[in-house]
């Protein structure tokens, strides 16, 4: 590790060394353009004078920062950059689409379950109610996103589990149940891919994610949705309109 140096010229702390690598790196990438290869780690180890367990921390953040993506098998390459999200309660349709990208999801799962004691008190129904859990996997030009999981009161969306495919869920609520959304509370965390996580969105298990939770609303105030997603971290950040909540 290097030593970093103080105003008063005393030793304040020391640079791993794999940060130190990141900029060597970096100019690789820069180098090699969107979705250009790079070399393997024994290559890297040896071009830059480091062990292999450095280099792979060096790739790892790099990964997170959305700087490169690794496909199994297959090798590293130079990643296409962030889509940039404002947090607004919006379909992942019409997100996608503002981006100029072609957004796609996959129907994972559609079961009707038993509401728990907090889904109940989070949709609004008595305990033991009839609940749509559905599971998807959120796309853009073919590249996975996300994997969300849905769910919503079936007492009041009637054979929704029918309507529901590759479609914007919201514009099915809207165009069949007359049902407009109003406002929702979202949470984001950070949390790390699972084996089944890694399977479907195609990186590595450990992989920093966004985990994202809202519970949406109606016009009418009623309860509407309850959703866990998992975003993958190397290609999602959110942005958000920050108000003061007093005069200035």
């Known amino acids: 590790m290097a030593d970093i140096l103080g105003d008063n010229g005393r030793k304040t702390a020391r640079t791993p060394k794999h940060w130190a690598l990141k900029d060597g790196l970096v ?32 790739l790892t953040e790099l990964m997170a920062e959305g700087r490169l993506t690794r496909v199994h098998g297959s090798g590293t390459f130079a990643g296409a950059g962030k889509v940039t999200q404002r947090l607004q309660l919006s379909s992942y349709t019409e997100d996608m689409r503002s981006h100029g990208l072609n957004p796609t999801s996959a129907l994972l799962e559609a079961t009707v379950e038993i509401a728990e004691p907090d889904v109940a008190a ?18 853009a030009d073919g590249e996975p996103m996300a994997i969300e999981t849905s769910r919503l009161p079936l007492s009041r969306f009637p054979g929704l589990e029918e309507r529901v495919g590759d479609t914007s869920l919201y514009g099915v609520l809207w165009e069949h149940y007359g049902v407009q959304l109003g406002h929702a509370e ?6 790390l891919a699972t084996p089944a996580d890694a399977a479907l969105l195609g990186n ?30 190397d290609r999602y950040k959110f942005v958000a309109t920050l108000v003061s909540p007093r005069p200035q």
Request: net charge positive; aromatic share 4%.
């Open 27 to 58: 100019s690789l990438v820069a180098d090699a353009g969107p979705g250009g290869p790079l070399p393997g780690e024994r290559a890297l180890a040896e071009r830059f004078g480091v062990s292999r367990t450095t280099v792979r921390k060096a």
């Open 122 to 139: 989070l949709l609004a129904v008595s305990e033991g109610s009839a609940v749509l859990r559905l599971r998807r996997l959120r796309s």
């Open 186 to 191: 979202e949470t984001i965390e950070t949390a």
């Open 204 to 233: 590595e298990v450990g992989a920093v994610m966004l985990r994202l939770s809202r519970h949406s609303f109606d016009t009418d105030n009623r309860p509407v949705e309850w959703v866990r997603s998992v975003y993958r971290g």
